[in-house]
C-alpha cells in the first residue's frame, strides 16, 4: 500500500509544544501575558526560519532555544532603551547576586521569580522540563558544566529564600 | 519517579516545587491566538505571500 501523500509538515508539530513553549516562558517572564507575547514572536520566527531545523535533532530544545534567544534579545532592547531615555546604567538582570538579601521564608514561586534569568531557565529546563544537562546545555548554548553551576547556585539560592540551609538542615539563622 | 539518593531532602523540596510549578503551567490552557496565529503563517504561504517564506 503506497501512503497518499503521507508526508507531513513537521510545522504541524510546533502546536505540540505550546503548552511547554508557554511554560518555559512564563518561567522567564514571570507573567503570563507578556509570556504570551513572547511565545508568539519565536512560533513567527520558528515558522520563518523552520529551513534551519535539522529533523535529526531534538525539535523541543530548538523551539526552547528561540523563545530564550526572542526573550534575551527583547531584554538587550528593552534594556538599551532604558538606558537611552535615562542615562543610568540599567539593572543586570543576568547578575548572580539574586534579588535582595532576605532570608526569610518566602512562598516557592516568589523565591524562584527572585532568582536571576539564567538560574531560572537552567532549573526548569533540567528539574522541571525533564531536559538531560546536556540538552539544556544545547537549548541556552553553553557548556555542559555551565548549566550545572547555574543549577547549583540557582538551588542553593532557594534553599536560603526559602528558610533551609543548603547542605545543612539547621534552620535559618541571620548571620 | 525516580529518587536519586545522593539529593538531600531540600533539593528534593526544590525540584518537587519545580516540577508542580511547570506542570500547572504545561496544564494551563493555551489561547486561541495560537492556533490562529499557526494558520494565518500557513495561509498566508499558501497564498504565496514572500513575507511567510524567506
Given at each position: 500500500?503506497?501512503?497518499?501523500?503521507?508526508?507531513?509538515?513537521?510545522?504541524?508539530?510546533i502546536i505540540n509544544f505550546l503548552p511547554e513553549m508557554r511554560a518555559f516562558a512564563i518561567s522567564l517572564t514571570r507573567d503570563?501575558?507578556?509570556?504570551?507575547?513572547?511565545?508568539?514572536d519565536a512560533v513567527v520566527k520558528a515558522w520563518k526560519s523552520f529551513h534551519q531545523f535539522q529533523s535529526d535533532t531534538n525539535l523541543r530544545a530548538w523551539l526552547f532555544t528561540i523563545v530564550r534567544n526572542?526573550?534575551?534579545?527583547?531584554?538587550r532592547r528593552r534594556r538599551r532603551e532604558v538606558?537611552?531615555?535615562?542615562?543610568?546604567?540599567?539593572?543586570?538582570?543576568?547578575?548572580?547576586?539574586?534579588?535582595?538579601?532576605?532570608?526569610?521564608?518566602?512562598?516557592?514561586?516568589?523565591?524562584?521569580?527572585?532568582?536571576?534569568?539564567?538560574?531560572?531557565e537552567a532549573l526548569v529546563l533540567v528539574g522541571a522540563s525533564g531536559m538531560s544537562y546536556e540538552e539544556a546545555a544545547e537549548t541556552c548554548e553553553v557548556a555542559v558544566g555551565t548549566i550545572k553551576s547555574?543549577?547549583?547556585?540557582?538551588?542553593?539560592?532557594?534553599?536560603e529564600l526559602l528558610g533551609?540551609?543548603?547542605?545543612?538542615t539547621r534552620?535559618?539563622?541571620?548571620? | 519517579m525516580t529518587r536519586d539518593p545522593k539529593k538531600s531532602d531540600v533539593e528534593r523540596d526544590i525540584d518537587d516545587n519545580l516540577r508542580k510549578v511547570y506542570r500547572e503551567m504545561v496544564e494551563q490552557e493555551v489561547p486561541d491566538r495560537f492556533r490562529d496565529l499557526l494558520d494565518k503563517l500557513r495561509q498566508s504561504e499558501q497564498n504565496g505571500d514572500p513575507e511567510a517564506k524567506e
Open positions: 500500500m503506497s501512503a497518499p501523500r503521507a508526508q507531513p509538515d513537521p510545522r504541524d508539530e503570563a501575558p507578556s509570556a504570551d507575547d513572547l511565545v508568539q526572542t526573550f534575551y534579545s527583547d531584554l538606558e537611552h531615555a535615562e542615562q543610568t546604567p540599567a539593572e543586570d538582570a543576568t547578575d548572580d547576586r539574586g534579588a535582595d538579601p532576605i532570608i526569610a521564608v518566602m512562598d516557592f514561586e516568589k523565591a524562584f521569580s527572585t532568582l536571576p534569568d539564567e538560574q531560572r547555574r543549577i547549583n547556585r540557582g538551588r542553593k539560592r532557594l534553599a533551609h540551609d543548603a547542605g545543612d534552620g535559618t539563622t541571620d548571620d | -
